[in-house]
């Protein structure tokens, strides 16, 4: 808008009887409808939309006269773009910027957790924390007060808190982000039965509807389709796949966020990548950093293999992956049968009596070990018929010989299977946190496995 159109707009303007407050609510008024009017010519991009164009010229108008009737008043204003300072958005700058409100619907049908606060010491949030992989590696790094712990899942927190962890039993979709105004780091962690092999990879069928699910929490801001999610797809836990863009979209002052499942999800994590770096019109610009990684636990000295795909994001800062992935050969390989203390020669039955075309043995000195999943519950040794215990398989993924490990031998194995392993999660922490996190891990392997770990 010209200066002289400007002025003569002002000259006969309706707000000029409106007190500050009023201008204030009608500024962010006016601002939502442009913002509306962007959105819907973004998802209907082409020619044929005057409409679209003359709504989002009249509301930049509207806002125009209201910004120079603040001014005439003296109201502060941004020294960068000349806002005025209450509005709440900063569109030019991008200081502060637009916030539109989200799941209304859900949060009028009283969805979110209203009744625990937040531990705003804990700047860092594990919604799906479980019995402590990112905790144990987060000690590693001397950091782990920084984590405030989620679960659903009664044994798993039962885990943490023994194990010394923070621990709050609570359903994540319960957890409402904009509360969390204090937390600048997010640990996502899902669970992954609908996407492996186990489980059918039912989720594979869902893909469009998370990736439509995803568009509307990030770059809509709107939420319509997460709050129906859980009945549209084929296993509920599919919808718990969404929650990491859920809580990128809607935690204020997140600076960096990683997401963890299984490689199976790694289109849904790229999408999120994506949406990460676009933005969308509702958000004020993309991420500086985000990365789709796939990560074997055994590169950085797990016994057993345990490979997973993982989302690494920050807002404001470029990370590289080289501080990130070791050398090769930096991390000895280790048998099963090495970090157990077993002499060599053991052969490992998986499937009991039962033959599979697939076979139920191996050697306890392959090196590295078959990832452990639940069913490792029901490994026995071949040569004298002893089961592996929950301590030994948590110890091949990385944990503590006498961790805590919580709740019936199935749900233990299965806390087991669940885990991000301690060396990988003090790496990926060491990443987003510029801290150096070989030493820590070194010593940490030292103390687990001591000489075998060497040879």
């Given at each position: 808008m010209h200066a002289s159109s400007a002025l003569a707009a002002l000259s006969s303007s309706p707000y000029r009887n409106l007190s500050v407050p009023d201008l204030l609510a009608l500024f962010a008024d006016h601002a939502r409808a442009e913002h509306a009017a962007h959105e819907l010519l973004w998802?209907?991009?082409?020619?044929?939309?005057?409409?679209?164009?003359?709504?989002?010229?009249?509301?930049?108008?509207?806002?125009?006269e209201i910004i120079m009737v603040l001014r005439e008043r003296q109201h502060p204003h941004?020294?960068?773009?000349?806002?005025?300072?209450?509005?709440?958005?900063?569109?030019?700058?991008?200081?502060?910027?637009?916030?539109?409100?989200?799941?209304?619907?859900?949060?009028q049908a009283g969805l979110f957790d209203t009744t625990s606060e937040p531990d705003r010491t804990r700047p860092i949030v594990a919604p799906f924390a479980g019995p402590g992989g990112f905790d144990v590696g987060a000690a590693l790094l001397g950091v782990e007060e920084l984590i405030a712990g989620y679960d659903l899942d009664r044994d798993a927190v039962a885990?943490?808190?023994?194990?010394?962890?923070?621990?709050?039993?609570?359903?994540?979709?319960?957890?409402?982000?904009?509360?969390?105004?204090?937390?600048?780091?997010?640990?996502?962690t899902p669970p992954c039965p609908s996407w492996s092999a186990s489980g059918k990879r039912t989720a594979a069928t869902d893909l469009e509807l998370l990736f439509e699910a995803a568009m509307c929490l990030h770059?809509?801001?709107?939420?319509?389709?997460?709050?129906?999610?859980?009945?549209?797809?084929?296993?509920?836990?599919?919808?718990?796949?969404?929650?990491?863009?859920?809580?990128?979209?809607?935690?204020?002052?997140?600076?960096?966020?990683?997401?963890?499942?299984?490689?199976?999800?790694?289109?849904?994590?790229?999408?999120?990548?994506?949406?990460l770096y676009d933005g969308g019109p509702l958000v004020d610009m993309g991420w500086a950093y985000q990365e789709v990684i796939e990560l074997d636990a055994a590169d950085y000295g797990s016994p057993s293999s345990r490979r997973r795909v993982f989302l690494v994001a920050h807002r404001t800062r470029f990370l590289r992956q080289r501080?990130?992935?070791?050398?090769?050969?930096?991390?000895?390989?280790?048998?099963?049968?090495?970090?157990l203390g077993w002499e060599p020669g053991h052969q490992m039955r998986t499937r009991g009596n039962r033959r599979t075309s697939g076979g139920n043995l191996f050697s306890a000195d392959r090196t590295p070990s078959w990832c452990l999943t639940e069913k490792a519950r029901g490994w026995t040794r071949e040569a004298d018929g002893?089961?592996?215990?929950?301590?030994?398989?948590?110890?091949?993924?990385?944990?503590?010989?006498?961790?805590p490990w919580q709740?019936?031998?199935?749900?233990?194995?299965?806390?087991?299977?669940?885990?991000?392993?301690?060396?990988?999660?003090?790496?990926?922490?060491?990443?987003?946190?510029?801290?150096?996190?070989?030493?820590?891990?070194?010593?940490?392997?030292a103390a687990l496995y001591g000489a075998a770990q060497a040879e």
């Open positions: 998802r209907a991009p082409g020619t044929g939309h005057l409409d679209l164009e003359r709504a989002i010229e009249d509301a930049d108008l509207h806002q125009t941004c020294d960068q773009c000349a806002y005025p300072e209450g509005t709440g958005h900063h569109w030019d700058c991008r200081r502060h910027p637009m916030r539109v409100p989200t799941l209304d619907d859900a949060q885990t943490g808190r023994a194990a010394g962890f923070h621990r709050v039993q609570a359903d994540v979709r319960t957890l409402h982000p904009p509360k969390f105004t204090h937390t600048t780091g997010a640990l996502l770059s809509y801001r709107c939420g319509c389709v997460w709050q129906t999610l859980r009945e549209q797809v084929s296993d509920p836990r599919t919808a718990l796949a969404i929650e990491p863009i859920r809580w990128a979209a809607e935690l204020p002052n997140l600076e960096w966020l990683i997401a963890e499942l299984t490689p199976a999800t790694r289109p849904l994590w790229e999408a999120f990548a994506e949406e501080d990130l992935l070791p050398e090769p050969g930096e991390f000895p390989a280790l048998s099963m049968a090495a970090a002893r089961r592996l215990e929950a301590a030994e398989a948590g110890l091949l993924n990385g944990f503590p010989r006498f961790y709740g019936s031998r199935s749900k233990q194995f299965l806390q087991i299977a669940d885990i991000v392993s301690p060396m990988v999660a003090a790496a990926l922490l060491g990443y987003v946190l510029g801290l150096d996190w070989r030493p820590a891990v070194h010593a940490h392997l």
